[in-house]
């Protein structure tokens, strides 16, 4: 099953080149034979569309502003501070929390595929699997940044996190200024997606 | 050297679009694809390093045409084939066996899905081995970014790192060896370690003068430095 030197092996080409038709066709014959049940694409679909998503991560960033202790506890092991909150699983066995500072910025991306903490922030959106974000986010970040709406203070350093193996990364941005005495359910309200990849930063409370 | 989908640090892209509203599935064909492939895997015919390397040895060519789930459902297609889950002619419409069977028992079963993608396949392992290099060691990524077992196989060293001087940041313990675990040789474990390398070191022209990208590598992918 190697090949890698002889070139591709292109079976695929023997299907619909319609992407819609070809996914109809596998998942097919898959199920005539008996290897894969409906039910049970159904019950991942339902999973990642419904259960598992950025509202996760969202709690832990809003755990972590609120809680010191915790906040050490993920920052010293992410993974075990997190398996304690139950956001464990597939593309989530082994995760880095990375902490924005006044000093650094940390964005994250895996530029040889789509590397990305599952059970906290879910299927990754489009653009993080874009060959646009993998190429350029490496390179500049900040212009990166800047495609959505992030300017950085001009000191401040950006550390950008290449997911190569099978860690994972979730950045815990800066407190908004404004949300002392807001408890962790409010505070987990403003932490969008885009501020636990690195491209963006959370919101701010409303007056 | 390096395939198609090492993107890193490349030229000639355009700008970025955001999506903050987080469509999950943007057609519902990607949706299915994605399960298909999480389906299939738990068939057991494959690892993720494979798979991963699946889908980087499609034409280069295809490879650039393929949206990201078409990627995923073509090395799918060829890894089923491959591995003689399936045969061409069951590809073919009204080719192949048409013959409907009873479900397998290593079929995933629905009841089963939360605690398969609850569960995960953690890559660390026990090893009682030494660690090469401490954190705060200063470290060079190979010259060449290439598979060391197999020509042109799976490697998760990327080109724009080869050669490149950095330190060691964080030690992540013993990881499963893409490398080797690709291509059927064992999970041959290795110290994995978060490698910063200063933006000046990749980039000819960095953004800001204390910028760093950190990439997670083997301890094979490095050499020390004086």
């Given amino acids: 099953m190697e090949g890698s030197e002889n070139g591709p092996v292109s079976a695929h080409s023997h299907l619909p080149a319609d992407p819609e038709l070809r996914v109809k066709a596998l998942e097919e014959v898959l199920v005539r034979k008996g290897l894969v049940e409906p039910a049970a694409l159904d019950a991942i679909i339902d999973m990642y569309q419904n259960r598992i998503g950025p509202r996760n991560g969202a709690r832990v960033v809003a755990r972590a502003w609120s809680d010191p202790n915790f906040r050490s506890a993920l920052l010293a092991d992410a993974s075990d501070a997190i398996a304690e909150m139950g956001y464990v699983g597939r593309q989530g066995e082994h995760i880095t929390a990375v902490e924005n500072t006044p000093d650094t910025h940390n964005i994250v991306v895996c530029t040889l595929c789509s590397c990305y903490p599952w059970p906290l922030l879910g299927i990754p959106p489009g653009w993080y699997k874009s060959d646009e974000y993998r190429a350029r986010a490496v390179r500049e970040p900040r212009k990166v940044l800047a495609e959505f709406g992030v300017t950085l203070p001009k000191g401040k350093a950006v550390r950008v996190w290449d997911s190569t193996a099978e860690m994972r990364y979730i950045v815990i941005p800066e407190r908004p200024p404004g949300s002392t005495g807001m408890d962790q359910e409010a505070l987990a309200e403003l932490v969008t997606r885009d501020s636990m990849i690195g491209t963006g930063l959370p919101m701010e409370p409303q007056r | ?226």
């Fill in chain 2, 1 to 226: 050297m390096t395939r198609v989908h090492d993107m890193g640090g490349r030229f000639g892209y355009g700008a970025v679009r955001p999506d903050p509203d987080g469509t999950t599935f943007e057609e519902s064909w990607h949706a299915r694809a994605l399960a298909l492939t999480l389906a299939a895997g738990t068939l057991g015919r494959w690892n993720i390093d494979v798979s991963r390397h699946a889908r980087e040895r499609l034409h280069p060519r295809e490879y650039t045409r393929f949206s990201y789930f078409e990627k995923w459902l073509a090395a799918l297609t060829n890894l089923l084939v491959e591995t003689g889950v399936l045969e061409i002619s069951d590809l073919l419409p009204c080719a192949g066996d048409q013959t409907a069977r009873a479900p397998s028992s290593h079929a995933l079963k629905a009841e089963d899905v939360n605690a398969l993608l609850g569960r995960g396949s953690p890559t660390t392992r026990d090893c009682q081995g030494l660690a090469r290099f401490s954190v705060g060691d200063p470290v060079r990524a190979h010259r060449l970014a290439e598979n060391r077992l197999v020509p042109g196989g799976h490697t998760r060293l990327p080109a724009y790192a080869a050669g490149a001087r950095g330190r060691v940041l964080r030690h992540h313990g013993f990881h499963v060896f893409p490398d080797s675990n690709a291509h059927g040789l064992g999970e041959a474990p290795q110290p994995l370690y978060a490698v910063a390398f200063p933006a000046a070191e990749l980039w000819v022209n960095p953004e800001h003068p204390h910028d760093e990208v950190v990439l997670d590598l083997w301890e094979s992918y490095l050499e020390p430095m004086q």
